[in-house]
């Protein structure tokens, strides 16, 4: 799958809402399940925050995909 770039609205993105984002997870409480349960890396480490910040240059993975989230503009 080719990755998928996110452009910021803003300073950040909080992780749930940018898996919803990107179609990733189905809903919110999809995605801070799969967070909870250790499925998703940032910057290839596990996170396990649910509201952590992304931010522009961070790259998100999760089942075989990459999110690199870019600075808006």
Sequence with gaps: MP???LQLRGEFIELDKLLKATGLADSGGQARAL????QVQVDGQ???????????????????QRVRVVAAG
């Design 3 to 5: 990755d998928i770039d």
């Design 35 to 38: 967070i909870a349960d250790g």
């Design 46 to 64: 596990v996170e396990l925050r649910k509201t952590a910040k992304m931010r522009a240059g961070q790259v998100v993975q999760f089942a075989g």
